[in-house]
């Protein structure tokens, strides 16, 4: 999102509680936006510091920790006069789970917002029950850039490892023997090598790129994984791994009409 409001004209700051989260990709970050790191609360933020505040995406509005109000509905900025948005904010889940006290904080804090808008299409009904607004269905924000800047991104980056045959890249979040085994199959079954990769916090962003962009094929849990392998026109399935994902790959899946390569832990895959 930072890139696309650069192309707009506007200077992006990120604002984030947890540096250490983001280590191994503060320099690429520094490139894209201005990272701001809260050292104890978001009262740091002044008023005049920022002339639009803008809630951004992935799980957004999914119940992490204590700072929930805060980055999610922004409620240290609840009497600013500046113009406020949510862009494509996601629940994380496919039912509503938060309180009814949470309900009314959030119904509260987002009445003087300018514009509100999700990822999801099954979160609109949610939202619209609990939290009486309506928002509109929006991309996931790496989906508004044209592709070639991401080629650019690793235009003189050669990775950790170069593949030189073709091979099946496994991209997940975590440990994941469910993957490795499918991939490992599916590897044998095609006569491709295959790259496994499990992220963690020394991860690139440049290593996710490069690895798809050179890739066969794709198998992944990921919603991001997904993603970018339709970015670069990958053949690729995606099984995740429990219910709490299923609303954003089922929509993810009506939005691509890429439903058939979408599976659910526990679904039968036919890998002919």
Do not use: C
């Not at 990709?25 to 609360?41: D, E, G, P, Y």
């Not at 929006?138 to 991401?150: E, F, M, R, S």
């Not at 090598?193 to 996710?208: A, V």
Request: aromatic fraction near 16%; proline fraction near 1%.
């Amino acid at each position: 999102i930072s890139i696309k409001l650069k192309e707009l004209g506007y200077i992006p700051y990120i604002i984030g509680t947890r540096k250490k989260r983001h280590n191994s990709n503060i320099t690429f970050i520094n490139q894209t936006s201005n990272l701001v790191i809260i050292k104890n609360n978001y009262s740091e933020i002044r008023e005049d510091d920022y002339d639009v505040l803008m809630v951004n995406s992935d799980q957004t509005w999914r119940k992490w920790d204590e700072h929930f109000y805060d980055y999610a509905f922004l409620k240290f900025a609840k009497n600013w006069k500046i113009k406020k948005f949510v862009y494509g904010a996601s629940i994380g889940h496919d039912k509503w789970k938060l309180s009814k006290k949470d309900d009314q904080i959030a119904k509260n804090l987002l009445k003087n917002f300018t514009g509100i808008s999700v990822r999801e299409e099954g979160s609109i009904k949610l939202i619209k029950k609990h939290l009486k607004i309506k928002p509109i269905l929006v991309l996931d924000p790496t989906l508004l850039i044209d592709k070639t800047y991401y080629f650019d991104i690793i235009k003189d980056y050669q990775g950790k490892q170069i593949m030189k045959g073709k091979y099946i890249f496994m991209y997940s979040t975590f440990k994941n023997q469910l993957l490795r085994n499918l991939t490992k199959k599916a590897g044998e079954l095609l006569n491709y090598d295959i790259y496994y990769y499990e992220l963690n916090n020394k991860s690139l962003i440049q290593d996710f790129i490069f690895y798809i962009v050179n890739s066969q094929a794709v198998i992944t849990h990921s919603f991001h994984g997904s993603i970018f392998s339709i970015i670069f026109n990958k053949t690729f399935i995606t099984i995740y791994h429990n219910r709490d994902a299923k609303e954003r790959f089922k929509s993810l899946g009506k939005t691509f009409q890429i439903q058939q390569r979408l599976f659910e832990r526990g679904d039968n895959i036919n890998f002919e």
